[in-house]
């Protein structure tokens, strides 16, 4: 069960580039996956199923968005993962590998947060599950998250801030890892997207693509057919993929990986920055943080920092299979700016009474660029309630026609 | 100089390894401070070529790393400071995997071991690539006669080091202990069993992660180790230095002091004969 060359492979993606202190816990963990994950061994899948119904409240719906069909002439469906506990999909991950902790015998819970989201939903399941947990978190993410760290320490988690650097999801993703360095016997690091070393790209996967089960099953009942496309926003990929799996073998339809345009595309060479998080669109292939794939870097392979107007999308890679897709031509990658997400954070709130996560109204904004038929899924991966102030503040800054605006606070 | 230098450097005695990362706080500093160095005793030098994403690294080294990127250090200017380098010890570059990719056209890594050996550098030591991944590497390493130093880590399984030695050269870098670089005040129990559970090998066995003092040399040389590795405690002094010109007789003097604990280790009487060669 050891790994093999080919291990965790995606075309010349994916692989397993850790320092050796990790090789045996990520071989550990690639045999505890195969035995519990695809093997159900001791009912593991059963039991997660099962919590994710009674925990989690799945399936999640798929619901038609009549003012917004109305808008586009096209049918729209979401897939509302914002109505899943903890307000995003981030939980089908972070209860099932919690869950596998518990069934490996570790007694402790590491992960990394962006936006909080998965900080959020790994603190939840560890409460649930009883396991104690840190999160490592960028300063800048926790000034600008700050529901989601009030949640997460609400929890019963500890919330370690990282300094380094820009302080975002990157830098949290390497303390996470050093920490597991120094921790790995006793410790599983739980990732939230679908990156990193093999298994973890791959096992993500599996415990994400519920959401593209029910999805499929759910346009087979509703709609009598499969949808035309699926839309959703990728950052790691998680909520992709997760939307995407079961539809690949589905040639009909098609699959967009939204991504965050930010303020402009490239990378601004000598500056170190790439002022958008489209690694997928416009990145090139390296290896970070356990796995090869896209990535924004320097020409000399110096990764850059993102940047985009939602936490949970700054992220300078990608997961190694989305990538994979991308160059199969099955995955179309698309990017939408700040302004664009924004304004289709409000259009989705004003028109059809749904806050998204600014992450999820990247896919919501891709519809005002949609020339198909229909229908399609978009999935709204998670809800914007803690986006709420960065919202406001963004959109007075914009001074963004699509906003309402705040008059009532003025005294 | 050749991957069989970097394993004979070790032959005469245990050996000094220290660590520094090129650039940090310039070029020419770092001249000075290799030069500093070998005056001190070192035998190898490990000369770190700075990544953004350290992630094998603790918090002294990761600070260096920024440091000597924002003094504007790349994979080109690392070897043009590598070729004006007037010492005769080995040098080996320690970076992450994903400079090698990008130097050159093409994601191939040969193009960075060929100019490496050109410029005289004679071993590798990648952190971030497990035995599993580093077949492109080994074949670049072995075309162009560049030592491939693989870490042994406390966790690693009989089974692994197996495989970890059938591919290493130059010599094998043994973590002393769980985590990241950074100097510590002792030597970790793990230090010694690791030495102890590890196999008679052709190559030497270099001990670091920690080593900071006399004392903890002298411990692991007796512990059976063939070389000692020390990094954060010579970037520290860097760190803490005003002048180039202090920081390098900081250097100096902390290396003739570890290189003094190496000669102080009584190799017959508490060592382990076995993990020695």
């Not at chain 1, 593209?212 to 959703?232: F, H, N």
């Not at chain 2, 492109?136 to 075309?143: F, G, I, R, S």
């Not at chain 2, 230090?191 to 002298?218: D, I, K, N, Q, W």
Request: one cysteine or more; proline letters at 5%; hydrophobic letters at 40%.
């Amino acid at each position: 069960m050891s790994s093999t060359d080919d291990a965790g492979k995606f075309g010349d993606y994916g692989g397993q580039y850790v320092p050796e202190v990790l090789m045996p816990a990520v071989e550990e963990l690639e045999d505890a996956y195969e035995r519990y994950v695809l093997d159900n061994e001791d009912g593991f899948m059963d039991d997660f199923r099962a919590r994710l119904r009674d925990f989690g409240g799945r399936p999640t719906p798929l619901g038609r968005a009549d003012n917004l069909s109305a808008r586009y002439g096209v049918d729209v469906y979401l897939k509302r993962e914002d109505l899943l506990h903890g307000g995003a999909h981030k939980l089908n991950n972070a209860l099932g590998q919690v869950l596998l902790a518990k069934y490996m015998g570790k007694e402790r819970i590491i992960a990394e947060t962006g936006a909080g989201q998965h900080g959020t939903a790994t603190a939840m399941a560890a409460a649930y599950l009883d396991m104690p947990c840190e999160i490592y978190m960028g300063r800048t993410d926790i000034n600008r998250q700050r529901p989601n760290v009030f949640r997460m320490r609400t929890h019963g988690a500890e919330v370690n801030p990282v300094d380094v650097g820009s302080g975002t999801l990157k830098e949290a993703t390497n303390e996470a890892m050093r920490d597991w360095a120094t921790t790995v016997e006793d410790t599983h690091y739980v990732i939230g997207s679908v990156v990193g070393p093999h298994p973890f790209p791959t096992m993500v996967r599996d415990f994400q693509s519920v959401i593209s089960e029910e999805a499929r099953r759910q346009s087979e009942e509703q709609l009598g057919r499969l949808p035309e496309a699926v839309i959703a926003c990728a950052g790691g990929g998680s909520n992709t993929m997760g939307a995407f799996h079961e539809f690949i073998g589905d040639d009909d339809v098609a699959l967009y990986a939204v991504e965050a345009g930010g303020s402009g595309l490239g990378v601004e060479e000598g500056e170190e920055y790439a002022p958008n998080s489209a690694s997928l669109g416009t990145g090139s292939v390296g290896v970070l943080h356990g796995a090869k794939t896209k990535l924004l870097q320097t020409g000399e392979g110096q990764i850059v920092e993102s940047h985009s107007v939602s936490a949970g999308l700054d992220y300078a890679g990608v997961g190694p299979e989305l990538a994979n897709l991308v160059d199969e031509g099955r995955v179309t990658p698309v990017n939408v700016d700040d302004d664009a997400a924004l304004a289709a954070f409000h259009r989705l709130s004003r028109e059809e009474g749904i806050i998204p996560a600014l992450e999820s109204s990247h896919a919501v904004a891709y519809l005002e660029e949609y020339d198909g038929d229909g229908p399609v899924i978009v999935n709204v991966s998670g809800r914007g309630d803690k986006d709420l102030d960065t919202v406001i503040e963004e959109s007075t800054e914009r001074d963004l026609p699509e906003a309402p605006d705040m008059e009532v606070f003025r005294s | 100089m050749s991957a069989d230098d970097v394993t004979a450097a070790f032959d005469a005695e245990p050996a000094l390894v220290p660590y520094v990362v090129a650039g940090d706080p310039s070029p020419e500093a770092t001249e000075a401070y290799v030069e500093a160095l070998v005056e001190g005793g070192a035998d190898v030098i490990e000369l770190g070529l700075p990544f953004s994403e350290p992630i094998a690294d603790g918090p002294t080294i990761q600070e260096a790393i920024r440091r000597a990127l924002d003094a504007g250090m790349t994979p080109a200017k690392y070897l043009d400071l590598v070729r004006d380098l007037d010492v005769d010890v080995p040098i080996v570059c320690m970076t992450y995997y994903n400079l090698l990719l990008q130097y050159g056209d093409g994601n191939e890594v040969e193009s960075f071991v060929r100019d490496a050996a050109e410029a005289g550098v004679s071993g590798l030591i990648i952190p971030d690539l497990p035995v599993e991944e580093s077949g492109e590497l080994e074949a670049a390493c072995e075309k162009h006669d560049v030592a491939l130093v693989f870490i042994v880590a406390p966790t690693t399984t009989a089974e692994r080091v197996e495989r970890i030695l059938e591919r290493a050269s130059g010599f094998v870098y043994v973590q002393a202990r769980m985590g990241t670089t950074g100097a510590r005040t002792d030597v970790s129990e793990d230090t010694y069993a690791s030495l102890e559970r590890l196999p008679a090998s052709e190559l030497p066995y270099a001990v670091g992660f920690g080593v900071s003092e006399r004392e903890h040399a002298r411990a692991i040389v007796e512990g059976g180790a063939d070389g000692v590795v020390a990094g954060s405690v010579f970037v520290d002094r860097i760190a803490e230095a005003e002048r180039v010109a202090d920081a390098a007789d900081a250097l100096r003097e902390k290396a003739a002091e570890l290189k003094a604990g190496i000669r102080d280790a009584d190799r017959n009487g508490t060592a382990k004969p076995e993990t020695t060669k």
